[in-house]
């Protein structure tokens, strides 16, 4: 058996739309295996069926009095039709074979009364009965095919994102060199140097003075010789107090 890498001849993309064709295939294949099983088809004679003739209506003597609901009735009537039924395989899933029971019962032990009441509950027609069930199956594969698809393409943006992305090298351990005791106290000591002085000290020289600024002198009261807090508007004397202040004024 020969395999190929198809990484080597196509791209990602062609690689995610190819992966995305052959799952849709594989799928609809499935569930075509699926629709097409004798289980799921009609039979074309039913021998177990017989259809009753229509009776004309006939009012019994107790007609007006209170009648059991139908359920009922056909709940408590004996079933002698045969039941066969086949089972269905579903798609992954082998199939096992199991016995199929059947169960007849005389038609002399059935009730005329009861007759009656079950072959209107089983009256049906076959077109509603085959029209019902194209349309299930029609509503079922399109629901399928639509989920597949999805699931599909997810799977491919997940395959083309993890194609994409880099490995992460993660270094193994014991890898890095682990520096003894007085290496790190060196590199403490250089780190300490270059926090406590400038780095390109020349562009600061414009900004930053060489010497400091003197600080300005408080300005003292004329008269009391406190910390003077005002100033004269006329003369622009300093004083403290009111009466500095008239003091002032009277000179």
Known sequence: MIFLNLSEYCNDEELVRFALTKLVDDEIEEDEQFWNQDALKEVAEDT?????????????????EDEPDQEEAVENE????????????YPGHPASKKKQK??????LQRDPNDEQVHGRSTDYKPDEL???????????KSTRTSVIVRQAERDAIRAAVQ?????IKRKKEGEEKRMTQEEMLLEAAQTGCSYLEFRNGASFH????????????????????LPSKYRDPKTGVPYATKEAFKVIQER
Do not use: H, W
């Open 78 to 89: 004996p079933d002698d039709r045969v039941q066969s039924r086949k089972r269905l395989v």
């Open 206 to 225: 414009s900004k930053v003075p060489a010497t400091p600024v003197p600080y300005s002198q408080k300005s003292v009261c004329a008269v009391t010789g």
């Open 102 to 107: 059947k169960k007849v019962i005389s038609a």
């Open 48 to 64: 177990n069926y017989q259809e009753e003739g229509e009776a004309a209506d006939v009012f019994d003597s107790d007609f007006d």
């Open 130 to 140: 085959t029209e019902d069930l194209e349309v299930e199956r029609s509503i079922r």
């Open 163 to 167: 194609a994409t992305m880099k490995p």
